[in-house]
C-alpha cells in the first residue's frame, strides 16, 4: 500500500513529467511557473518538495539534466524527460486518470 | 538507478554538490530577478526569494541524500559522531560493549560448534553419498552384519562401494615394552568410498582381503611419525601385531580423519580376531557410497529387498535380520544435537537479555540527550538523519562488542570441544568465514533490535523540538524491557536449577558396586598364541591370583565389560520354564562374563546362593548368576536358584545348538551398566572359565590409592607373559564420574550463563528505577513535604521495583517449562515444571531484584523535600 506522502509524491511527479513532456527540456525555475500558469495559480510547487524530486527522478533515470545558459545569459540546470520518463507519465496519467473519474463517479451518483 | 547516473555522483561528488548549490542559486535569483521585475527594491527582492524558496539547507540535504556517495559519507560522518558520543559516555559504552561481548561471543562459540557438526560438510569428496550400514536383528536395533551379507549388498543397485569395518586394540610387540595401538580392520574398498590415497606407498588391493595374501598394513601418519621417527624407509618394514608380522605397504595422510575410526593401524578385515565368512555370524560394521542419483529413500528400499531375499534364502540366520543405512554425516553428530539445541536456545536468551539491557541503558542516556537532537532537527538534520545517526551508534556498539566476543568466542568455544568427552572427533570448532559472517551479522542484529526503541524515541523528541522539556513516557517500553530480562533470566535459572537437581538425583544413583579404591586396565591376549580356551582360561586365572597376592591388594577380578566402560552388550537368552516367545521378540538379558572373585572386588552384593568357584571350569556343569532385576522380570516372585537358562553356546559350529542350558546358582544385586539414569535390566553372569575370551578388564581393590599399583600390577601381568600390553588403566570411581562429563560440562556453561543472565536483568532493574527516582524527584519532594516518611518513599519505589520483577517472573514461569522441554534428554528425576526448583530459584531472582531495587529506593529517601521540589 503506498502511503499518503507517496501519493503525494506521485502527483509531483506527474506534473512533472507532463511539464517536460509538453513543453520541451526546463529549468526548475520554470517548471514552478509553468505549473501555476497552467493550473490558473491553483496549484504552487514548493521548491522545497521540487528540487529534491527532480534529483529523484534524476536517479531514476526519468529525466536527464544539462547545464545551459539561458537567454537571459543565466547558468542554468535544463531538465529533460527520457523515454523511461514517458513510460512513467504514461502509466502515472493512466492510474490519475482512472483515480479522477472514479472519484467523479461518486461525486455525481452519491 | 542508472549506471551512469551512479557512476557520475560516485566520480564528482564535490561536482554534485556543487552542482546542486548553483541550482538553487540560480532558482532564487531568477525568482529575484522576477520581484524586481514588479517593482521590489534589489534587496528586498532577494531577500524575499529566499523567504519564499524555504529552508534551503533542507532542500540540499534531501535532494543530495539520492546520491549514493553522500549515504556513505553520512555513515562515516555518523561514525565519526558516534564515536566521539560513545568516548564521552565511556561508562555506558564500556557496559555496552562488554555485555554484547559476553552474549554475541556466547552465542559464536554455540555457532562455531554448530557450523562444524551440523553445517560443515565432512570432508570427503560427496560425502553426501556417505552412509553407514547398521545391521538390525530381533534384539538389537544397531548390530553389526555377516561378511556373506557384505557380499549380497555389493551386488544389489544402490552402492558404489560397499566396505567392512572394524577396529579393536592391537598388541604390538617386538619392541621394548609391548604397547597397545588402534587397529582398524577394513576391506579395499574403505580407501575408495572415502576417496583416501596413501601419503606413502599404496593402500590395500582387493586381492589383500584374503587369508592366502601376504599380510600387509597400512599405517597412520601419527604412528609413522611417532614410533618411527618419520623413517622415510618405512615401506615394507614389519610391525609384529597380534603376534604376527605384517608388513607395512604404506603411509596415510596427515589429515585423514575417518570416521569413528581412529585407529593407528589399518589390517584387512579378515585378520580381525573375530571375522568369519559364516553367515549366521555377524562380525563387521559397514560404509557404504550411494551411487550417484540413489536417493537414500531408494537405497533403503533396495536394501530392504535385498536382506528380505536373504531371509527367504537362509531363514536359520537371516529370518529377523535387516539393515538400516544412516546418513555418516548423521552419525557423527547425533549424539550431540541435543546438547547443540539445548545451549543455542540458552544463548539466544541471553543475547535478548543483553540487547534489552543495552536498549534500557541507551534510552535512559537518549532522555538526556532530547536537546542534543531537538538542537540537530532545528539546524536541518532529517528526521531519518538523526534515527540513521543513533542507529549508526548502536551498530558501532555491536561492532565493538563482536570484535572483543571473538575473543569470548574461541575461548568458549575451545573450552566445549576440550571438555565435552561426546565431541566428535572429525569436527574442530574454528574461526572460520562461516562463523565470522555470523558475529557479524548477529551484531548487526543486535544493533538493530536494542538500537531501535531509543532511536525511534530521539526521533520523537526531535519532532516535538525545544518545545516540551519533560519526559513524555516511554516508561513502559523500559518497563517491559525490564520485566522481559527479568522474565528471560527466570527461564535460563530454571533450566540451570532442573540440570543441577538432575546432577544431583544422579550423584545419589545406587550404581550397585563400590568404585572407590578399585583399579581397573584392560588387556587382549593375542589370538596366535592364545588360540585355545582353556590356555585363555589360565592366564586369567594366573593373573587374578598374582594380583591377588600383591601387597597392598585387597582383591582382584576379571570381568568382560565393566560397568562404565562402554563394554558389554545385550544377548538373547532362553527361558525353559516360560512359555515360549515368538523369536522375533526373544527373552534378552545384559550379558556378561566375571570370575567369582569380581563379585567382592567391586562389592557387589551376594543376595542368594554363591558366586562362582574355581571348580565352575570348562569341564564342570555350566552355571550363572542373575541379578535381582533377572529374577523380578522372569521369576517374579520366586526362587531362582536351580533354576535353568539358556545362553549363548560359545561353539558356533553350525551343526551346534545356539543356545545350551546353564543352573542358576547366585543371585546378585543389580548394577547400573552405562550410565547413571538407565534403568534396571536383567543381567546375567557367566563364570570366565566357561566362557574364556582372549579379552579381559581386570579390578583390582586396593589399600590406599589404586594408582600407586599400577607398576605392580603390570609387573605381576608381564610375569606371566612379557609380551602383554594392559591399557586404559583408571579407577573405577573415574570411569562412572566420566559418564557424567558432559552433563557437567552443559551444567557449568548453563550456570556461567544464567549467571550472566540474573546480573544483567538485575542491572536492568536497576537502571530502570533509578531513571525513575530521578525523574520522580520533585513528587517525592511534595509527598515528603506532605508529610511522607522516607519509609513510605523507600517502600513505594520497593513495590514498584518489585511488582516490575514479579511481573517478569510470572512470564518466565508460564515460559520456563517450554523451554524445559529442550533439556528433555538431560532431565533426571525431576520434571520440567519441578515445583521445588521453581520456588527455590523464584526466590533467588526475587532476592535479587530486591537488591537491585533497593539501591535506588533508599537514594529516594534520602531526598532532601526542599531541595527536590527546586528541581522542577
Same mark, same amino acid.
Given at each position: 500500500?503506498?502511503?499518503?506522502?507517496?501519493?503525494?509524491?506521485?502527483?509531483?511527479?506527474?506534473?512533472?513529467?507532463?511539464?517536460?513532456?509538453?513543453?520541451?527540456?526546463?529549468?526548475?525555475?520554470?517548471?514552478?511557473?509553468?505549473?501555476?500558469?497552467?493550473? &490558473?495559480? /491553483?496549484?504552487? =510547487?514548493? $521548491?522545497?518538495?521540487?528540487?529534491?524530486? *527532480?534529483? +529523484?527522478?534524476?536517479?531514476? %533515470?526519468?529525466? &536527464?539534466? /544539462?547545464?545551459? =545558459?539561458? $537567454?537571459?545569459?543565466?547558468?542554468?540546470? *535544463?531538465? +529533460?524527460?527520457?523515454?523511461? %520518463?514517458?513510460?512513467?507519465?504514461?502509466?502515472?496519467?493512466?492510474?490519475?486518470?482512472?483515480?479522477?473519474?472514479?472519484?467523479?463517479?461518486?461525486?455525481?451518483?452519491? | 538507478?542508472?549506471?551512469?547516473?551512479?557512476?557520475?555522483?560516485?566520480?564528482?561528488?564535490?561536482?554534485?554538490?556543487?552542482?546542486?548549490?548553483?541550482?538553487?542559486?540560480?532558482?532564487?535569483?531568477?525568482?529575484?530577478?522576477?520581484?524586481?521585475?514588479?517593482?521590489?527594491?534589489?534587496?528586498?527582492?532577494?531577500?524575499?526569494?529566499?523567504?519564499?524558496?524555504?529552508?534551503?539547507?533542507?532542500?540540499?540535504?534531501?535532494?543530495?541524500?539520492?546520491?549514493?556517495?553522500?549515504?556513505?559519507?553520512?555513515?562515516?560522518?555518523?561514525?565519526?559522531?558516534?564515536?566521539?558520543?560513545?568516548?564521552?559516555?565511556?561508562?555506558?559504552?564500556?557496559?555496552?560493549?562488554?555485555?554484547?561481548?559476553?552474549?554475541?561471543?556466547?552465542?559464536?562459540?554455540?555457532?562455531?560448534?554448530?557450523?562444524?557438526?551440523?553445517?560443515?560438510?565432512?570432508?570427503?569428496?560427496?560425502?553426501?553419498?556417505?552412509?553407514?550400514?547398521?545391521?538390525?536383528?530381533?534384539?538389537?536395533?544397531?548390530?553389526?552384519?555377516?561378511?556373506?551379507?557384505?557380499?549380497?549388498?555389493?551386488?544389489?543397485?544402490?552402492?558404489?562401494?560397499?566396505?567392512?569395518?572394524?577396529?579393536?586394540?592391537?598388541?604390538?610387540?617386538?619392541?621394548?615394552?609391548?604397547?597397545?595401538?588402534?587397529?582398524?580392520?577394513?576391506?579395499?574398498?574403505?580407501?575408495?568410498?572415502?576417496?583416501?590415497?596413501?601419503?606413502?606407498?599404496?593402500?590395500?588391493?582387493?586381492?589383500?582381503?584374503?587369508?592366502?595374501?601376504?599380510?600387509?598394513?597400512?599405517?597412520?601418519?601419527?604412528?609413522?611419525?611417532?614410533?618411527?621417527?618419520?623413517?622415510?624407509?618405512?615401506?615394507?618394514?614389519?610391525?609384529?601385531?597380534?603376534?604376527?608380522?605384517?608388513?607395512?605397504?604404506?603411509?596415510?595422510?596427515?589429515?585423514?580423519?575417518?570416521?569413528?575410526?581412529?585407529?593407528?593401524?589399518?589390517?584387512?578385515?579378515?585378520?580381525?580376531?573375530?571375522?568369519?565368512?559364516?553367515?549366521?555370524?555377524?562380525?563387521?560394521?559397514?560404509?557404504?557410497?550411494?551411487?550417484?542419483?540413489?536417493?537414500?529413500?531408494?537405497?533403503?528400499?533396495?536394501?530392504?529387498?535385498?536382506?528380505?531375499?536373504?531371509?527367504?534364502?537362509?531363514?536359520?540366520?537371516?529370518?529377523?535380520?535387516?539393515?538400516?543405512?544412516?546418513?555418516?554425516?548423521?552419525?557423527?553428530?547425533?549424539?550431540?544435537?541435543?546438547?547443540?539445541?539445548?545451549?543455542?536456545?540458552?544463548?539466544?536468551?541471553?543475547?535478548?537479555?543483553?540487547?534489552?539491557?543495552?536498549?534500557?541503558?541507551?534510552?535512559?542516556?537518549?532522555?538526556?540527550?532530547?536537546?542534543?537532537?531537538?538542537?540537530?532537527?532545528?539546524?536541518?538534520?532529517?528526521?531519518?538523519?538523526?534515527?540513521?545517526?543513533?542507529?549508526?551508534?548502536?551498530?558501532?556498539?555491536?561492532?565493538?562488542?563482536?570484535?572483543?566476543?571473538?575473543?569470548?568466542?574461541?575461548?568458549?568455544?575451545?573450552?566445549?570441544?576440550?571438555?565435552?568427552?561426546?565431541?566428535?572427533?572429525?569436527?574442530?570448532?574454528?574461526?572460520?568465514?562461516?562463523?565470522?559472517?555470523?558475529?557479524?551479522?548477529?551484531?548487526?542484529?543486535?544493533?538493530?533490535?536494542?538500537?531501535?526503541?531509543?532511536?525511534?524515541?530521539?526521533?520523537?523528541?526531535?519532532?516535538?523540538?525545544?518545545?516540551?522539556?519533560?519526559?513524555?513516557?516511554?516508561?513502559?517500553?523500559?518497563?517491559?524491557?525490564?520485566?522481559?530480562?527479568?522474565?528471560?533470566?527466570?527461564?535460563?535459572?530454571?533450566?540451570?536449577?532442573?540440570?543441577?537437581?538432575?546432577?544431583?538425583?544422579?550423584?545419589?544413583?545406587?550404581?550397585?558396586?563400590?568404585?572407590?579404591?578399585?583399579?581397573?586396565?584392560?588387556?587382549?591376549?593375542?589370538?596366535?598364541?592364545?588360540?585355545?580356551?582353556?590356555?585363555?582360561?589360565?592366564?586369567?586365572?594366573?593373573?587374578?591370583?598374582?594380583?591377588?597376592?600383591?601387597?597392598?591388594?585387597?582383591?582382584?577380578?576379571?570381568?568382560?565389560?565393566?560397568?562404565?566402560?562402554?563394554?558389554?552388550?545385550?544377548?538373547?537368552?532362553?527361558?525353559?520354564?516360560?512359555?515360549?516367545?515368538?523369536?522375533?521378540?526373544?527373552?534378552?538379558?545384559?550379558?556378561?562374563?566375571?570370575?567369582?572373585?569380581?563379585?567382592?572386588?567391586?562389592?557387589?552384593?551376594?543376595?542368594?546362593?554363591?558366586?562362582?568357584?574355581?571348580?565352575?571350569?570348562?569341564?564342570?556343569?555350566?552355571?550363572?548368576?542373575?541379578?535381582?532385576?533377572?529374577?523380578?522380570?522372569?521369576?517374579?516372585?520366586?526362587?531362582?536358584?536351580?533354576?535353568?537358562?539358556?545362553?549363548?553356546?560359545?561353539?558356533?559350529?553350525?551343526?551346534?545348538?545356539?543356545?545350551?542350558?546353564?543352573?542358576?546358582?547366585?543371585?546378585?544385586?543389580?548394577?547400573?551398566?552405562?550410565?547413571?539414569?538407565?534403568?534396571?535390566?536383567?543381567?546375567?553372569?557367566?563364570?570366565?572359565?566357561?566362557?574364556?575370551?582372549?579379552?579381559?578388564?581386570?579390578?583390582?581393590?586396593?589399600?590406599?590409592?589404586?594408582?600407586?599399583?599400577?607398576?605392580?600390577?603390570?609387573?605381576?601381568?608381564?610375569?606371566?607373559?612379557?609380551?602383554?600390553?594392559?591399557?586404559?588403566?583408571?579407577?573405577?570411581?573415574?570411569?562412572?564420574?566420566?559418564?557424567?562429563?558432559?552433563?557437567?560440562?552443559?551444567?557449568?556453561?548453563?550456570?556461567?550463563?544464567?549467571?550472566?543472565?540474573?546480573?544483567?536483568?538485575?542491572?536492568?532493574?536497576?537502571?530502570?528505577?533509578?531513571?525513575?527516582?530521578?525523574?520522580?524527584?520533585?513528587?517525592?519532594?511534595?509527598?515528603?513535604?506532605?508529610?511522607?516518611?522516607?519509609?513510605?518513599?523507600?517502600?513505594?519505589?520497593?513495590?514498584?521495583?518489585?511488582?516490575?520483577?514479579?511481573?517478569?517472573?510470572?512470564?518466565?514461569?508460564?515460559?520456563?517449562?517450554?523451554?524445559?522441554?529442550?533439556?528433555?534428554?538431560?532431565?533426571?528425576?525431576?520434571?520440567?515444571?519441578?515445583?521445588?526448583?521453581?520456588?527455590?530459584?523464584?526466590?533467588?531472582?526475587?532476592?535479587?531484584?530486591?537488591?537491585?531495587?533497593?539501591?535506588?529506593?533508599?537514594?529516594?529517601?534520602?531526598?532532601?523535600?526542599?531541595?527536590?521540589?527546586?528541581?522542577?
Amino acid at each position: 500500500m503506498k502511503s499518503r506522502s507517496s501519493q503525494l509524491q506521485n502527483t509531483l511527479d506527474l506534473l512533472v513529467l507532463r511539464t517536460l513532456a509538453g513543453r520541451g527540456p526546463l529549468h526548475g525555475y520554470a517548471i514552478v511557473n509553468h505549473i501555476q500558469a497552467v493550473s &490558473d495559480e /491553483e496549484l504552487r =510547487v514548493e $521548491e522545497g518538495s521540487l528540487y529534491p524530486a *527532480l534529483h +529523484r527522478m534524476e536517479s531514476e %533515470g526519468w529525466v &536527464d539534466a /544539462e547545464w545551459t =545558459v539561458s $537567454e537571459t545569459n543565466r547558468r542554468v540546470k *535544463l531538465y +529533460r524527460i527520457t523515454a523511461a %520518463g514517458r513510460k512513467q507519465l504514461a502509466r502515472e496519467q493512466e492510474s490519475w486518470e482512472r483515480l479522477s473519474r472514479a472519484v467523479g463517479k461518486v461525486l455525481r451518483l452519491a | 538507478m542508472t549506471w551512469r547516473w551512479r557512476l557520475r555522483s560516485l566520480t564528482t561528488r564535490r561536482g554534485v554538490e556543487r552542482d546542486l548549490d548553483d541550482e538553487l542559486r540560480s532558482h532564487i535569483e531568477m525568482r529575484a530577478a522576477e520581484l524586481r521585475a514588479h517593482g521590489v527594491c534589489q534587496a528586498d527582492a532577494l531577500r524575499e526569494a529566499r523567504r519564499m524558496f524555504g529552508n534551503q539547507a533542507a532542500v540540499r540535504e534531501s535532494a543530495r541524500d539520492f546520491h549514493i556517495n553522500r549515504a556513505v559519507e553520512t555513515f562515516f560522518q555518523d561514525a565519526r559522531y558516534g564515536c566521539r558520543v560513545l568516548a564521552r559516555q565511556k561508562g555506558l559504552a564500556l557496559t555496552a560493549i562488554l555485555t554484547l561481548a559476553l552474549a554475541i561471543g556466547a552465542n559464536g562459540a554455540i555457532f562455531s560448534a554448530i557450523e562444524a557438526t551440523l553445517l560443515r560438510p565432512l570432508p570427503f569428496p560427496h560425502p553426501e553419498q556417505l552412509v553407514f550400514v547398521w545391521g538390525r536383528d530381533a534384539i538389537h536395533k544397531r548390530w553389526s552384519l555377516s561378511p556373506a551379507d557384505l557380499e549380497d549388498f555389493r551386488k544389489a543397485g544402490p552402492f558404489e562401494a560397499v566396505a567392512a569395518l572394524q577396529a579393536q586394540s592391537v598388541n604390538l610387540t617386538g619392541i621394548e615394552e609391548p604397547a597397545r595401538v588402534v587397529g582398524a580392520f577394513v576391506s579395499p574398498e574403505y580407501f575408495s568410498i572415502l576417496s583416501v590415497q596413501a601419503a606413502m606407498g599404496r593402500t590395500f588391493t582387493s586381492g589383500e582381503d584374503d587369508d592366502r595374501a601376504p599380510r600387509a598394513a597400512v599405517v597412520g601418519y601419527s604412528l609413522w611419525q611417532g614410533r618411527f621417527g618419520g623413517a622415510p624407509d618405512i615401506l615394507g618394514r614389519k610391525l609384529i601385531l597380534n603376534g604376527d608380522p605384517y608388513t607395512i605397504i604404506g603411509v596415510l595422510p596427515r589429515d585423514f580423519s575417518p570416521f569413528r575410526l581412529k585407529a593407528d593401524v589399518w589390517l584387512p578385515s579378515h585378520v580381525y580376531p573375530g571375522y568369519t565368512r559364516t553367515r549366521g555370524q555377524t562380525c563387521v560394521l559397514a560404509i557404504a557410497r550411494l551411487r550417484a542419483g540413489f536417493s537414500s529413500e531408494r537405497a533403503q528400499q533396495a536394501l530392504n529387498t535385498v536382506t528380505a531375499q536373504l531371509a527367504h534364502a537362509y531363514p536359520e540366520s537371516n529370518r529377523d535380520r535387516s539393515a538400516t543405512m544412516v546418513p555418516l554425516q548423521d552419525m557423527v553428530v547425533e549424539d550431540i544435537k541435543p546438547t547443540l539445541r539445548a545451549l543455542a536456545s540458552a544463548v539466544a536468551c541471553l543475547l535478548l537479555i543483553a540487547c534489552a539491557n543495552i536498549a534500557n541503558l541507551l534510552m535512559s542516556k537518549a532522555a538526556g540527550r532530547r536537546q542534543e537532537m531537538s538542537i540537530r532537527a532545528a539546524l536541518g538534520a532529517g528526521r531519518t538523519r538523526i534515527v540513521r545517526q543513533l542507529l549508526t551508534e548502536s551498530v558501532l556498539l555491536a561492532g565493538a562488542g563482536a570484535l572483543v566476543g571473538v575473543a569470548v568466542a574461541v575461548a568458549l568455544g575451545r573450552y566445549i570441544a576440550q571438555k565435552a568427552a561426546g565431541w566428535p572427533e572429525e569436527v574442530r570448532v574454528e574461526l572460520n568465514w562461516p562463523v565470522i559472517g555470523f558475529l557479524a551479522s548477529t551484531a548487526v542484529g543486535a544493533a538493530l533490535l536494542f538500537g531501535m526503541a531509543p532511536a525511534l524515541m530521539a526521533r520523537r523528541s526531535a519532532a516535538e523540538g525545544l518545545r516540551q522539556r519533560r519526559d513524555a513516557g516511554h516508561t513502559r517500553l523500559r518497563n517491559i524491557l525490564a520485566a522481559g530480562q527479568v522474565a528471560l533470566a527466570f527461564v535460563l535459572l530454571a533450566g540451570c536449577g532442573l540440570m543441577m537437581e538432575s546432577l544431583r538425583h544422579l550423584l545419589h544413583v545406587d550404581t550397585g558396586f563400590d568404585g572407590s579404591h578399585v583399579l581397573t586396565m584392560e588387556y587382549r591376549l593375542p589370538a596366535s598364541r592364545y588360540s585355545d580356551p582353556t590356555r585363555q582360561a589360565r592366564f586369567h586365572a594366573e593373573v587374578v591370583a598374582r594380583v591377588q597376592a600383591l601387597p597392598g591388594v585387597e582383591a582382584a577380578g576379571i570381568v568382560r565389560g565393566l560397568p562404565f566402560s562402554g563394554n558389554g552388550g545385550m544377548a538373547e537368552i532362553g527361558l525353559p520354564d516360560r512359555p515360549a516367545t515368538p523369536a522375533s521378540a526373544p527373552f534378552t538379558a545384559q550379558y556378561n562374563s566375571a570370575t567369582g572373585t569380581y563379585f567382592e572386588t567391586v562389592h557387589i552384593p551376594l543376595r542368594a546362593g554363591r558366586t562362582f568357584t574355581s571348580a565352575d571350569n570348562a569341564d564342570a556343569p555350566r552355571v550363572v548368576a542373575v541379578s535381582e532385576s533377572f529374577v523380578a522380570r522372569y521369576w517374579p516372585g520366586k526362587d531362582a536358584l536351580g533354576r535353568q537358562v539358556l545362553i549363548p553356546n560359545r561353539d558356533l559350529s553350525p551343526d551346534k545348538p545356539r543356545l545350551v542350558a546353564a543352573t542358576v546358582v547366585g543371585v546378585v544385586g543389580n548394577t547400573r551398566h552405562d550410565r547413571l539414569d538407565e534403568p534396571d535390566s536383567p543381567q546375567i553372569y557367566i563364570p570366565y572359565a566357561q566362557d574364556p575370551i582372549t579379552f579381559a578388564s581386570l579390578a583390582v581393590r586396593t589399600r590406599g590409592n589404586p594408582l600407586d599399583r599400577v607398576r605392580d600390577v603390570e609387573r605381576a601381568m608381564w610375569s606371566v607373559d612379557k609380551d602383554q600390553p594392559v591399557w586404559k588403566i583408571r579407577t573405577l570411581e573415574s570411569m562412572v564420574d566420566a559418564s557424567l562429563g558432559d552433563r557437567r560440562v552443559l551444567l557449568t556453561l548453563f550456570a556461567a550463563f544464567s549467571a550472566l543472565a540474573l546480573f544483567l536483568a538485575g542491572l536492568g532493574l536497576y537502571g530502570v528505577m533509578a531513571y525513575q527516582v530521578q525523574r520522580r524527584t520533585a513528587e517525592f519532594g511534595v509527598r515528603m513535604a506532605m508529610g511522607a516518611a522516607p519509609r513510605d518513599i523507600l517502600r513505594m519505589v520497593l513495590r514498584e521495583g518489585l511488582a516490575l520483577a514479579a511481573i517478569g517472573l510470572l512470564c518466565g514461569l508460564a515460559a520456563a517449562p517450554l523451554f524445559a522441554r529442550v533439556l528433555h534428554a538431560e532431565l533426571f528425576g525431576v520434571t520440567a515444571a519441578d515445583p521445588a526448583v521453581y520456588a527455590v530459584l523464584s526466590a533467588v531472582l526475587l532476592l535479587a531484584s530486591a537488591l537491585a531495587v533497593a539501591l535506588p529506593a533508599t537514594r529516594a529517601t534520602r531526598l532532601d523535600a526542599l531541595a527536590a521540589l527546586r528541581v522542577e
